[in-house]
């Protein structure tokens, strides 16, 4: 499960409703504050959560990238947590339906190439996103995959997504939720409030299906590297999802700029925010000046270790 600390977010951030031609989708959309003549970044950013997460994932990184000039979205993909099944008569939880759903997002945002991150299983689907429309300029501006492997998940993690599967079409969510719940007893009460509150409002489907894509998950990475779209990999440590070096090895075969971000763990936009907040904005100047590295399939050279500034 997706980790979070804190419920806190900027006072500028409003909860909306995106109508798109795949149905609504609920989101939380932060305007920029701080402007481009002051060396804000100026662009649109789209945040996509992983597995049994949801947009409030990212509420530790919205004060930040918005005072650096950036609007944000992070948006609750089909089957999570306040979007439901998006209105749809017979909602599809298939990778290509999720992909048509996330450019569906775009054109109802409305402002250009967004910056596209994804956050664990959020960053199979930004890819897969990217891939299925080659890199569309006009859609995308780049790609951040945050702490998401070239393939399959661990074999710790292959137990427990199998364990899911197991009783997740003979147990309710309700059931459930002793088994899945974070018993960390530094977590905050409201907190806990709000994680067992987006895991009942899950659709069970969505869950079952996401578990057997990261289960079956397939290494695109030479067909990302064959695409013209400036790439960042960001790994926080340590990390028992995706082996971090295994993480960097997909990074170095990208050529993609490449982010480690120490004491992150899985979780880096909610254990060390400022360092996320940081080499993301930093990417993404990187992207306006037109010095970014990791645009495959222009840039060979290999990727290095740079520090969480991203230099």
Known sequence: MSQLLSLEGPEHARAV???????????L?????????????????????????SKEDFLPLLSGLSEGGVRVLAVDGRGQYETGDGGSVEPSYARPDL??????????IGAGPVHLVGHSYGGSLVRAAVLDTAGDP?????????????????EGQQERLRLLLSVVGSMTLADMWPFVRNDDVDTPADVV???????????????????????????????LAGLSLPTCVLSGTPDETWVPEGVEKMARELGAAFVRIEGGGHSPNVHR???????????WRSCADGSARGVAGRRGAAARGVDAAGR
Do not use: H, K
Not at 195 to 215: D, F, I, K, T, Y
């Open 273 to 283: 925010p400022a360092e996320t907040v940081s080499a993301l904005l930093g990417f």
């Open 17 to 27: 409703r995106l109508r798109t031609e795949r149905g609504v989708f609920a989101a």
């Open 29 to 53: 959309d932060v305007p920029a504050l701080g402007g481009s003549a002051e060396g804000g970044v100026g662009p649109t950013a789209l945040l996509v959560p992983g597995f049994m997460g």
């Open 99 to 108: 992909v048509e759903d996330l450019v569906a997002v775009v054109g109802a």
């Open 138 to 154: 006009e859609l995308w501006a780049s790609v951040t995959l945050m702490n998401f492997g070239p393939a399959g998940v661990s």
């Open 193 to 223: 409030e709000f994680l067992e509150r987006r895991w009942l409002s899950n659709v069970p489907g969505q869950l079952a299906a996401a578990a057997e894509q990261m289960l079956n998950e397939t290494d695109e990475t030479d067909r």
